[in-house]
């Protein structure tokens, strides 16, 4: 073998061979994201998040000022995701606000009624964190508002009567899927029947 080809497959075994482990502050922010969702925000606590992480509470504090600042981008991470999420369900139905509601409905129920869902990891936050200064409660203020006004607007493209009543109506229907999750099982819930009792709602307001 030349000495060139030699190098290169140096090279190529260093390549395949490399398996770069996640960043310290990356784990534990994936961590404390699966714990938070899985037991709650208050339950869990710094030490836990870094053994489980597999650091300390050293590693932690040097990737993170405070448990509030990794509270508070876990519920950032999750409003870019839900938003990704919404945009991707509505996408195939631009134009047509009524099919977009139903296919989020549709969605929603299924995402609901998974066996591992704890329900809105927003809606969870607001209950465990009272506080308005808290930086994760900015956080979920901004984003149930957001879905209000999205709510709100859908209602309105669909030339509904009183649309801000049913903006506010679909939401309430959407939160109440979440909350019900927490103590019905998936397949008897109220959940369960969420996109249908959206169609009957917009069909009551746009007749």
């Known amino acids: 073998m030349s000495p060139a080809k030699a190098s290169q497959a140096v090279v190529d075994k260093e390549i395949i061979s490399e398996h770069p482990k996640p960043r310290v502050r990356d784990r534990i922010f994936e961590t404390a994201c699966a714990l938070f969702y899985r037991h709650g925000i208050r339950a869990v606590g710094?030490?836990?998040?870094?053994?489980?992480?597999?650091?300390?509470?050293?590693?932690?504090?040097?990737?993170?000022?405070?448990?509030?600042?990794?509270?508070a981008e876990y519920?950032?991470?999750?409003?870019?995701?839900?938003?990704?999420?919404?945009?991707?369900?509505?996408?195939?139905?631009?134009g047509d606000p009524r099919k977009q509601v139903e296919a989020l409905f549709d969605a929603h129920s299924k995402e609901t009624c998974k066996m591992d869902s704890r329900g809105c990891p927003m809606a969870n936050a607001a209950v465990e964190i009272p506080e308005p200064d808290h930086p994760a409660r900015v956080v979920v203020e901004h984003y149930k508002t957001e879905m209000r006004r999205r709510f709100r607007k859908l209602a309105r493209e669909m030339g509904a009567r009183e649309a801000e009543v049913l903006g506010d109506a679909l939401m309430l229907l959407w939160e109440g899927s979440y909350l019900t999750r927490l103590t019905f099982q998936c397949q008897h819930g109220p959940a369960h029947n969420a996109a249908k009792a959206a169609r009957t709602l917009i069909a009551a307001y746009t007749a």
């Open 75 to 94: 519920l950032r991470n999750e409003e870019r995701e839900g938003w990704e999420w919404w945009d991707e369900m509505m996408a195939p139905y631009a």
């Open 46 to 71: 710094v030490d836990t998040i870094a053994s489980e992480a597999g650091t300390n509470k050293m590693s932690f504090y040097r990737s993170w000022p405070s448990k509030d600042e990794l509270v």
